[in-house]
């Protein structure tokens, strides 16, 4: 039984279409890349997985469960963690009391249990030294790591990740990317939303491309990034790959 499943997935927001029958599954343990150019429905499809949008027609399963009627808090209890592009922590607080509220709310821990979880989290990457920082001070690679650790600290079965890399340095796409591959080493599934493909080619095993709402390849990473369908999808735009732009 796989992990994840989408069949037929569609929604519609007026005359803008951002799912188009969706339809792929993710195993236990997988480690999945997507791409697609700007409003090609990626985040959305993102949106629809944790409970965030609802779809107009189709199916969502984990582990076998109809999420239709499951709100999005039951979904992160369940195991759908995620981050979002722009890095959402509650400034006031500490970086440890960010991830202390994602063990208590989302990995339902408490007392001394909930302490572990939250700072064997940061730990996980790299962010314990940090810990007792405001999250509000922290520059964009450690507001990322932060965004990575909180959906950790939810105990995750599977993590969707919206552009973890995006606005860092080359060094800091690297650092993260390994970040990324020792989750993997612990059987978290990886569902990853990327423009810098170069950290996807380092760490997927696999890639998914949408354009439209509609996913439009599905395979080995650069058998995809080689196929017609998706050099048609990117002309006229850019694919950030380990030599550049292609």
């Not at 997927?204 to 599905?218: E, F, S, T």
Request: aromatic letters at 4%; charged letters at 20%; hydrophobic letters at 45%.
């Amino acid at each position: 039984m796989p992990l994840l499943q989408l069949e037929g997935v569609s929604k519609r927001f007026g005359q803008v279409v951002v799912a188009d029958g969706i339809t792929f599954q993710l195993e236990e343990g997988a480690s999945v890349g997507v791409v697609g150019p700007n409003g090609a429905g990626k985040t959305s499809m993102f949106g629809l997985i944790s409970g965030d949008i609802k779809p107009d027609s189709g199916s969502i399963s984990f582990e076998g469960r109809d999420l239709h009627r499951v709100a999005t808090p039951t979904r992160c209890r369940m195991g759908i963690g995620r981050t979002y592009q722009i890095p959402q922590p509650f400034e006031h607080m500490t970086v440890f009391e960010n991830t202390l509220v994602a063990a208590q709310q989302g990995a339902r821990t408490r007392g001394v249990a909930s302490y572990e979880k939250a700072y064997q989290s940061l730990e996980r990457v790299g962010m314990a030294a940090l810990a007792n920082r405001p999250a509000g001070s922290l520059a964009l690679l450690h507001r990322k790591r932060l965004e990575l650790a909180r959906a950790l600290s939810s105990n995750p079965r599977i993590l969707l990740l919206d552009e973890i890399a995006g606005g860092l340095t080359d060094a800091e796409v690297v650092d993260l990317s390994a970040v990324i591959r020792g989750l993997q080493g612990e059987g978290i599934a990886i569902l990853w939303i990327e423009h810098v493909v170069r950290a996807l080619l380092s760490t997927v095993d696999r890639l998914l491309c949408l354009a439209n709402g509609a996913l439009v390849a599905d395979g080995e990473p650069r058998e995809v990034l080689a196929s017609d369908a998706v050099r048609t999808v990117y002309l006229g735009g850019r694919i950030i790959n380990e030599s550049g732009v292609s």
